[in-house]
């Protein structure tokens, strides 16, 4: 991507310290404070496992009694809170570990491969969730609507508890929001859960049951697309979400002794960590190395992007042009 406030062409390397011709910005001033906060996270991710997994062996074991896909279904969604919970707390020590070797960023995007990994579990369990539910609209067992009831509130309760927990962590990285995503469509699945058990209970409609398995596999559907969806932009190298290259580029060319931006990258490494690429030629006799410390500022107070890499430049002198003109007339 290019942006030109006065000329395009070619500029001549300035001579700076900085022996690639790049300056670099990202702040490492949190270090302390980062690793604070995800201790933090760690215990409200454990928390929360802890009480789902406990609520999911009862569900599955309520569901076989009861012979409800409902509940089985929803403790099918829990497995898969499960999953991610425990990934995103995997992935959350592998990204604690320092750059080395060829790993340049880290293993930062570790939650990046488990929330996809997720998503697709999902998009699996709905086929095969929804495919039980229609073999039991057609033909529908004998569900026991008091043990489906009372299992359902208690879901609810549990999963209000987890919510809770996971509500207090950093929801800025794609696993921790996947996960808190999960556990409210949890919640509403359990209360159809809930419902469905109360009408067997007083009209005996046992297709309720199914129906309400339906529902539960359409949260379950929109839950894993957007995590697939989410970590594909991340994996293929797109802007963030809300970000709009063309715009970070035009306040990076407003600068009045910017005079063009091009090879413009904006790019996401993992959750909430976005980095920038780009080449900026100054007006010629201007200081490189002020502009290029207003346009980091720039990025991060406007835009948010604390990781940038900038080459500087000075733009090429204007060639003097003499142009041929007619003969001035005698008269």
Known sequence: MKVDRARDGEGHEEDKPDRAGH?????????HGAAVRADSDRRY??????????????????????????????????????ASLGLALFAMRLAARPASGPWTYGLRRAEILSAQANGITLLVLVVVFGDEAVRRLIEPPNVAGGLVTATALVGIAV??????????????????????????SDAWAFLATAVSGIVVLTTGFDRADAIASLFVAALMARAGYRLVRDSWRIFLEGAPAGLEPARVGAAMAADP???????????????????????????????????????????????????????VDHAPEALLTIERTAPRSEH
């Open 23 to 31: 300056g670099h910005g990202h702040d490492h001033g949190h270090d």
């Open 45 to 82: 991710l454990t928390a929360a496992l802890g009480l789902i997994l406990a609520f999911m062996a009862a569900e599955v074991t309520a569901g076989l009694s009861a012979r409800s896909l409902a509940l089985v279904s929803d403790a099918g969604h829990m497995l898969t809170d499960a």
């Open 159 to 184: 999963n209000a508890a987890a919510a809770l927990l996971i509500s207090r962590a950093n929801r800025t990285s794609l696993n921790v929001e996947g996960a808190f995503q999960h556990i409210l």
């Open 257 to 311: 002794q910017v005079s063009e931006v091009h090879d413009l990258h904006v790019w996401t490494i993992t959750s909430g960590f976005a980095a920038l690429s780009a080449h900026v030629l100054v007006v010629p006799g201007e200081n490189c190395h002020a502009v290029r410390g207003r346009l980091q500022e720039l990025l991060r107070e406007k835009f948010g992007i604390q990781h940038t890499t900038l080459q």
